[in-house]
């Protein structure tokens, strides 16, 4: 019995032993695997028939002479000087108006008609003023003559000269203020007297904002139109400071609109000298040619072309976007053996296969079928990139990730 009972616990023994020795086994075997992925990350084979099928082709990084470029958002703008805001020196009641937003006007065109009976007093007092200029003149030569044969007193010729100039500066004053609501002090005389004055068009172009109605009683000064010329609009670009150093006017922009693939063009005009909060720089840039369906504050997208430069490039071909980012494929390996049994025959068989690696780039200016690329750290100039079946490479790995 006792012979028995130490049998079966050098059975149990051994059982535990063989476990052990298979789930330290089993875990060996599923770190080597994992292991073994984590090393095959980026990379993907292709056997020597799919080579042949996608038409691989080798080439290198070359150095090319590409055109620097600057990219750029920004919007269209106008210069001060185009963009004029209306409004009347004096308050009073608007009694006619027929702009509208985006209506044409010309430089001069009558575009409202503002009523208040200031006008009336100052029409009035200006042809009292300018009556008793003509006597205190006639005086003042009178006062002259006596003074020449010494009949008057210095006083009185000081008098009526002093009376003289203070009614010729009330005069000019007055005159003035009517230029200002624009009446013509020239054209007053007691019959038509008004207390109505034109307001007038200062450019021509296109009405932006109507803030009035009519019956509105609007003060001095307060805004009334905004007109904009388009005829001169520009591209303000938004620069980043790093790139402020490569700038200077003259220098060719090229620019779409927002929703458009329509190329138009423009030259660096100004360049800022202050940096925003932001670290950039805003460029005014002069359009090459008018367009009269361009708006002030439709967004663009810019390239300045800043010359010409020598670069790492690679043809177009050879970069493939995936996820946002930019890479190429290299050959990693010569071709390898990989043994397989066939089932049928019974025999080993072997197929070779082509192994690439995946570089994540960063690619700068497109032209001519060449991309400037900037390589990763430590990468070997002499690598075979592949310059022709790329997205075959790419699309084969996608593949194979999803499977997993």
Do not use: W
Not at 50 to 55: A, D, G
Not at 355 to 370: D, H, L, M, T
């Amino acid at each position: 019995m006792k012979q028995k009972f130490l049998s079966s616990i050098v059975i149990l023994t051994a059982a535990i032993v063989l476990l052990s020795s298979c789930s330290s086994k089993k875990n060996t075997e599923t770190a080597s695997a994992e292991k073994t992925k984590t090393e095959e990350a980026g990379m993907v084979e292709l056997s020597e028939d799919q080579f042949k099928t996608v038409n691989i082709q080798y080439g290198a990084v070359e150095d090319k002479n590409l055109s620097s470029v600057i990219r750029a958002s920004g919007v269209l703008d106008v210069p001060p000087q185009q963009l004029i805001t209306v409004s009347s020196p004096y308050g009073g009641t608007l009694k006619s108006t027929e702009l509208l937003q985006g209506k044409p006007v010309t430089k001069g065109e009558v575009i409202a008609v503002l009523e208040n009976p200031e006008f009336i007093q100052l029409q009035q007092d200006y042809l009292d003023y300018k009556s008793q200029l003509v006597y205190l003149k006639e005086e003042l030569d009178r006062q002259q003559e006596l003074a020449k044969e010494d009949v008057n007193a210095k006083k009185i010729l000081q008098k009526a000269r002093s009376e003289h100039n203070s009614m010729m500066a009330r005069v000019q004053g007055l005159k003035s203020k009517l230029q200002l609501i624009n009446i013509n002090p020239d054209k007053i005389n007691p019959e038509n007297i008004s207390g109505r004055t034109n307001i007038y068009a200062p450019i021509s172009g296109y009405v932006t904002k109507v803030l009035v109605n009519i019956g509105k009683f609007v003060n001095s000064n307060q805004e009334l139109f905004e007109i904009v010329d388009t005829r001169h609009l520009h591209a303000e670009l938004t620069i980043f400071e790093k790139d402020v150093p490569k700038l200077k006017p003259g220098q060719k922009v090229r620019f779409v609109l927002n929703n458009e693939t329509k190329e138009r063009f423009a030259e660096v005009y100004l360049i800022g000298r202050e940096i925003s909060a932001e670290r950039t720089v805003r460029v005014h840039g002069h359009l090459l040619q008018e367009d009269k369906n361009l708006l002030p504050g439709m967004y663009l997208k810019a390239i300045v072309e800043t010359g010409v430069a020598t670069t790492t490039a690679l043809p177009d071909k050879a970069i493939v976007q995936s996820a946002g980012k930019s890479y190429i494929f290299i050959a990693a390996e010569e071709m390898k053996d990989e043994k397989k049994p066939d089932d049928a025959d019974k025999i080993t068989t072997v197929e070779k296969h082509i192994a690439f690696k995946r570089i994540e780039i960063i690619i700068g200016v497109a032209e001519n079928g060449y991309t400037e690329v900037i390589l990763p750290e430590g990468f070997d100039r002499n690598s075979k990139v592949v310059i022709n079946g790329a997205y075959d490479l790419l699309s084969k790995m996608n593949n194979v990730e999803e499977e997993e």
